[in-house]
T-cell receptor, first 111, second 115 residues
């Protein structure tokens, strides 16, 4: 079974609004990563947060991690049409290099 | 720039054929992964490898095998292709730092159709 589960499955917002998506996972992790996939293409890494970190920023992206709840959130501020994509969280196990992804959140930014 | 190259962008094979999907990375990464991606199911891990000649089963290894004879190359083999293996296949690689994964780099994917 997949380690990470994203919520919601789909999100539609107006340009300029913020987009928030969540990821829950089941077992202890070393780190949690977020990736973006534009239609029909490979995934691109966005941000990595380690298990001992609580929050991380990168440009318009803000990621939080709550290991007690086994959950993470990705916030995209001031969204643009180019942010239209699917977003995936990925976790690796505390004891191995297995990198597991969730089903993703599809974000549509309307002009 | 890291480059992960998958040998084919599109592939059509017949049921029962043995299919080889090749993946090559040029950054001396230790870890390599094979996923399949299906609508609504996200990425599911088939196999991964953390060293030459080492392989570990992922979540859905049935019907697949892998080979890693050289560090830069990780091959996915469909022993006898079936229609339910029609999917997008994604290869990725990553390095490790202090025993933990760092960011993974993905190839562009191979869309395999089994008829």
């Amino acid at each position: 079974s997949q380690q990470g589960e994203e919520d919601p499955q789909a999100l539609s917002i107006q340009e300029g609004e913020n987009a928030t998506m969540n990821c829950s996972y089941k077992t202890s992790i070393n780190n949690l990563q977020w990736y973006r996939q534009n239609s029909g293409r490979g995934l691109v890494h966005l941000i990595l947060i380690r298990s001992n970190e609580r929050e991380k920023h990168s440009g318009r992206l803000r990621v939080t991690l709550d290991t007690s709840k086994k959950s993470s959130s990705l916030l995209i501020t001031a969204s643009r049409a180019a942010d239209t994509a699917s977003y995936f969280c990925a976790t690796d196990g505390a004891n191995d290099y297995k990198l597991s992804f969730g089903a993703g959140t599809t974000v549509t930014v309307r002009a | 720039d890291v480059k992960v190259t998958q040998s084919s962008r599109y592939l059509v094979k017949r049921t029962g054929e043995k299919v080889f999907l090749e993946c090559v990375q040029d950054m001396d990464h230790e870890n390599m992964f094979w996923y399949r991606q299906d609508p609504g199911l996200g990425l599911r891990l088939i196999y991964f490898s953390y060293d030459v000649k080492m392989k570990e089963k992922g979540d859905i290894p049935e019907g697949y095998s892998v080979s890693r004879e050289k560090k830069e190359r990780f091959s996915l083999i469909l022993e006898s292709a079936s229609t339910n293996q029609t999917s997008m296949y994604l290869c990725a690689s990553s390095t490790s730092w202090t025993g933990k994964n760092t960011e993974a780099f993905f190839g562009q994917g191979t869309r395999l159709t089994v008829v």
